[in-house]
C-alpha cells in the first residue's frame, strides 16, 4: 500500500483530489444570535477535532455524575472542581481543568450493544445493512481539509486503536491507524527510493488503465490511499508521531502508557495541521470489580492524560480551535450487580466535550436522584455530532448522498445543544 506520487502530480494537485472525491459541505449555520457562527474567520483559522473514545462503555456514574449516599451511588466521592460541577476524587487533575470542559449530563440512547453502540456514537446513525454512514472523523476530516493546503499527512488518525470507517465518503477519507508508539507497519517495503519508485511507476500504469476502463470506484480510492502512503514516507510532517522526541518532563506529565503516549501525539498531530485525530483507550467494560478497576487504574490513567492535553491545547493557544470528545459506547448500570460491577446502560449517562468555542465548567443537563433515568431534556449521539460540526463551523445543512442514492443530512439532522455556546 506504500508509494510515491506519479510523476506529473503535485501536493496541492493530490489534495484537491482528494477533496474532490465526494461533494463539500455548504456554509457555516446560523442558529439565531447566541449561535451565529462567523464563516470567514472560521476559515482564517485552522479548526481541528480529538476524540477520546472510551471503549467498553465508561461508567458515568462513578467518574463524572456521582450519586454519594444512594444505593447506586458506589464508593467515590465527588470533589470540587475549577469550574461549577463536582467531579470523581480520583480525577484531580481534570478537576484543575473543568473550566474548559462541559459534561453533557442527559444523555439518552438506546443502543446498549457494543458493536452498534460504537457504530451510533461514532456516526449518528444506528447501523443499516443497506447503508455505510460516515464518521466523525471521515465528515470532519472531509470538510476541514480546505482549511489545510499544505497538510502531507492523512487528515484523520486514529491512535491505539480502529475507529470506524469513512462508509460512503470512499476510503480517501478513512483513518489512518498507528500505535501509541506511531509505529506504522510495512510504510517503505524495504525498498530502496529507485526500486521503489520504479515499482510505484509500474503500479500506476496498472491502476491507470483499470480506471480509464471504467471498473468501478474501489480502483479509483486504491489509487488515492496509495498515493497518501507516499507523503507518509517522505514528509517532514511525519515527525508529529514521534514523542520522544518531546521533553522528558512533558512525557512523564502525560504519563509513560498508552494512552498518555497518545494523547501527546493527538497534541503534536493537531499542531501539524491534522484536522481529526481520534485516541482509543478501552478495557471499559467492567461487569464485575469495577470499582477497584476504576480506582487503581483507569482513572488515574485518564486524569494524567486528560488533564495534560486539555492544559497543554490551552497554554499553546490551540483550544480555542480545538474541540475535546470524550466519550463511549454507552455507560454503566445504576444498579450495582452481584459481581461488584455494572452492566451495559444507554438510557442514562454522560459525555463530555470542550475547547472550539464551548462554554465549560457546566453540566449541561441531570440525571434523576439514583441516576436510573434522565430528569431534563434528553439528548442523543446526533445532537453530540451536531453541537461538535456547530463548534467546527461546518454547515447541518450539508446533505450528502449515499451510493445507493439515498440523501443523508450531517449528523442525521441532530439539534446543536444551545446552552453548550450561550
Same mark, same amino acid.
Not at 481541528?48 to 444505593?71: E, F, R
Not at 514523542?243 to 499542531?271: H, I, K, Q, T, W
Given at each position: 500500500m506504500s508509494q510515491?506520487?506519479?510523476?506529473?502530480?503535485s501536493?496541492r494537485?493530490f489534495?484537491?483530489?482528494?477533496a474532490?472525491a465526494?461533494a463539500?459541505?455548504?456554509?457555516?449555520?446560523?442558529?439565531?444570535?447566541?449561535?451565529r457562527?462567523?464563516?470567514?474567520?472560521?476559515?482564517?483559522r485552522?479548526?481541528?477535532?480529538?476524540?477520546l473514545w472510551?471503549?467498553g462503555?465508561?461508567?458515568?456514574?462513578?467518574?463524572w455524575?456521582?450519586k454519594?449516599g444512594?444505593?447506586t451511588?458506589?464508593?467515590f466521592r465527588?470533589i470540587?472542581?475549577?469550574?461549577?460541577?463536582?467531579i470523581c476524587?480520583?480525577?484531580?487533575?481534570?478537576?484543575?481543568?473543568?473550566?474548559?470542559?462541559?459534561?453533557?449530563?442527559?444523555?439518552?440512547?438506546?443502543?446498549?450493544?457494543?458493536?452498534?453502540g460504537?457504530?451510533y456514537m461514532?456516526t449518528?446513525?444506528?447501523?443499516?445493512?443497506?447503508?455505510?454512514?460516515?464518521s466523525?472523523?471521515?465528515?470532519?476530516?472531509?470538510?476541514l481539509?480546505?482549511?489545510?493546503?499544505?497538510l502531507q499527512?492523512?487528515?484523520?488518525?486514529?491512535?491505539?486503536?480502529?475507529?470506524v470507517g469513512?462508509g460512503f465518503?470512499?476510503?480517501? #477519507?478513512?483513518p489512518f &491507524?498507528v500505535?501509541s508508539n506511531?509505529q506504522?507497519r !510495512?510504510?517503505?517495503?524495504? $525498498? /530502496? +527510493?529507485q526500486?521503489?519508485?520504479?515499482r510505484?511507476?509500474t503500479?500506476?500504469l496498472?491502476?491507470?488503465?483499470?480506471?480509464?476502463q471504467?471498473r468501478?470506484?474501489?480502483?479509483?480510492?486504491h489509487?488515492?490511499?496509495v498515493?497518501?502512503?507516499v507523503?507518509l514516507?517522505t514528509?517532514?510532517q511525519?515527525?508529529?508521531?514521534k514523542?520522544n522526541?518531546e521533553?522528558?518532563?512533558?512525557?512523564e506529565?502525560?504519563?509513560n502508557?498508552?494512552f498518555?503516549?497518545?494523547c501527546?501525539?493527538?497534541?503534536r498531530?493537531v499542531?501539524?495541521?491534522?484536522?481529526?485525530?481520534e485516541v482509543?483507550?478501552?478495557? #471499559?467494560?467492567?461487569? &464485575?470489580?469495577i470499582?477497584?478497576t476504576?480506582?487503581? !487504574?483507569?482513572?488515574?490513567? $485518564? /486524569? +494524567?492524560?486528560?488533564s495534560?492535553?486539555?492544559e497543554?491545547?490551552?497554554?499553546?493557544?490551540?483550544?480555542?480551535?480545538?474541540v475535546i470528545i470524550?466519550?463511549g459506547?454507552f455507560s454503566r448500570?445504576?444498579?450495582?450487580?452481584?459481581n461488584?460491577?455494572?452492566?451495559?446502560?444507554?438510557?442514562?449517562?454522560?459525555?463530555v466535550?470542550?475547547?472550539?468555542?464551548?462554554?465549560g465548567g457546566?453540566?449541561i443537563?441531570?440525571?434523576?436522584e439514583d441516576?436510573?433515568?434522565?430528569?431534563?431534556?434528553?439528548?442523543t449521539?446526533?445532537?453530540?455530532?451536531?453541537s461538535?460540526c456547530?463548534?467546527l463551523?461546518?454547515?447541518l445543512?450539508t446533505?450528502?448522498?449515499?451510493?445507493?442514492?439515498r440523501?443523508?443530512?450531517i449528523?442525521n439532522?441532530g439539534?446543536?445543544?444551545?446552552?453548550?455556546?450561550?
Amino acid at each position: 500500500m506504500s508509494q510515491p506520487i506519479p510523476h506529473g502530480m503535485s501536493r496541492r494537485h493530490f489534495m484537491s483530489h482528494l477533496a474532490g472525491a465526494s461533494a463539500m459541505f455548504g456554509s457555516a449555520l446560523s442558529l439565531g444570535h447566541s449561535l451565529r457562527v462567523h464563516a470567514d474567520e472560521i476559515k482564517r483559522r485552522r479548526k481541528a477535532a480529538i476524540l477520546l473514545w472510551m471503549g467498553g462503555g465508561p461508567s458515568t456514574i462513578d467518574i463524572w455524575d456521582l450519586k454519594p449516599g444512594t444505593n447506586t451511588g458506589g464508593p467515590f466521592r465527588p470533589i470540587s472542581t475549577s469550574g461549577d460541577v463536582q467531579i470523581c476524587e480520583h480525577l484531580p487533575m481534570m478537576a484543575k481543568q473543568m473550566h474548559h470542559m462541559a459534561i453533557i449530563r442527559s444523555m439518552s440512547t438506546r443502543e446498549a450493544d457494543h458493536t452498534r453502540g460504537r457504530y451510533y456514537m461514532h456516526t449518528g446513525y444506528a447501523p443499516d445493512p443497506n447503508v455505510e454512514h460516515p464518521s466523525y472523523g471521515a465528515v470532519i476530516a472531509h470538510e476541514l481539509i480546505d482549511q489545510r493546503p499544505d497538510l502531507q499527512i492523512p487528515p484523520f488518525i486514529s491512535i491505539g486503536g480502529g475507529s470506524v470507517g469513512p462508509g460512503f465518503l470512499g476510503m480517501a #477519507w478513512a483513518p489512518f &491507524s498507528v500505535n501509541s508508539n506511531g509505529q506504522v507497519r !510495512n510504510l517503505n517495503m524495504g $525498498l /530502496d +527510493r529507485q526500486r521503489l519508485a520504479s515499482r510505484l511507476r509500474t503500479l500506476e500504469l496498472i491502476e491507470q488503465r483499470f480506471i480509464e476502463q471504467r471498473r468501478g470506484l474501489p480502483s479509483e480510492e486504491h489509487r488515492q490511499v496509495v498515493q497518501k502512503a507516499v507523503y507518509l514516507m517522505t514528509s517532514e510532517q511525519m515527525k508529529a508521531f514521534k514523542v520522544n522526541e518531546e521533553p522528558e518532563a512533558v512525557r512523564e506529565r502525560y504519563g509513560n502508557d498508552a494512552f498518555g503516549r497518545s494523547c501527546l501525539m493527538a497534541r503534536r498531530l493537531v499542531e501539524v495541521g491534522v484536522p481529526f485525530v481520534e485516541v482509543g483507550f478501552g478495557g #471499559w467494560d467492567n461487569h &464485575s470489580n469495577i470499582f477497584p478497576t476504576l480506582a487503581d !487504574n483507569k482513572l488515574p490513567t $485518564l /486524569d +494524567r492524560a486528560m488533564s495534560a492535553l486539555v492544559e497543554d491545547l490551552e497554554q499553546r493557544g490551540l483550544l480555542q480551535d480545538t474541540v475535546i470528545i470524550w466519550m463511549g459506547e454507552f455507560s454503566r448500570t445504576p444498579r450495582i450487580n452481584g459481581n461488584t460491577g455494572r452492566d451495559h446502560w444507554a438510557r442514562a449517562w454522560s459525555v463530555v466535550v470542550g475547547g472550539g468555542g464551548i462554554r465549560g465548567g457546566q453540566a449541561i443537563g441531570a440525571t434523576n436522584e439514583d441516576g436510573t433515568r434522565v430528569a431534563t431534556d434528553p439528548y442523543t449521539a446526533e445532537d453530540v455530532m451536531a453541537s461538535v460540526c456547530h463548534a467546527l463551523g461546518i454547515s447541518l445543512e450539508t446533505t450528502f448522498t449515499s451510493r445507493n442514492g439515498r440523501p443523508m443530512k450531517i449528523a442525521n439532522s441532530g439539534k446543536v445543544i444551545k446552552d453548550l455556546f450561550a
